[in-house]
């Protein structure tokens, strides 16, 4: 059974969400990200929508986003599908993005938790830093 998404009073429906392009459809069952019930909502989006969605972006943010979809593009890939986990507070719980390239599939997943809590980061030691471009370059030449 679907929970009825944050705004809405049907249970089993929910409002699309548009990122970069992708109109993500809800709603899955309530699903749990550890913890937290969410709504997932999923769909695919092309590079070209994903550029087209940055047309309201300012310069920095565009040129920053073209850039990794050059590198992307590099490696073959052209479309992208999504997966977004929204909890009841509306923020972003998870993301997923999966796409084919040519040397094997690229599934990237990032988790949100700990809103507004104190973070202590410190720089990790140079013998564990390495370069993700040069890397990008190495697979690219595989």
Do not use: Y
């Given at each position: 059974m679907c929970v009825a998404a944050p705004g809405s009073s049907t249970p089993g429906t929910s409002s699309p969400k548009t990122v970069r392009g992708a109109r993500l459809n809800g709603c899955t069952p309530a699903q749990s990200t550890g913890t937290v019930k969410t709504t997932h909502y999923k769909g695919t989006v092309t590079l070209d929508q994903f550029r087209d969605s940055l047309k309201s972006q300012s310069k920095v943010t565009r040129e920053q986003r073209e850039k990794s979809l050059e590198q992307y593009e590099k490696l073959g890939i052209d479309k992208f599908t999504m997966d977004?986990?929204?909890?009841?507070?509306?923020r972003t719980k998870q993301f997923r993005m999966r796409g084919a390239a040519d040397k094997g599939p690229l599934d990237m997943t990032i988790t949100f938790d700990d809103f507004n809590k104190p973070v202590n980061i410190a720089a990790p030691a140079a013998k564990d830093v390495a370069d993700l471009a040069e890397m990008m370059k190495g697979a690219q030449a595989g």
């Open positions: 977004m986990w929204i909890g009841a507070d509306e």
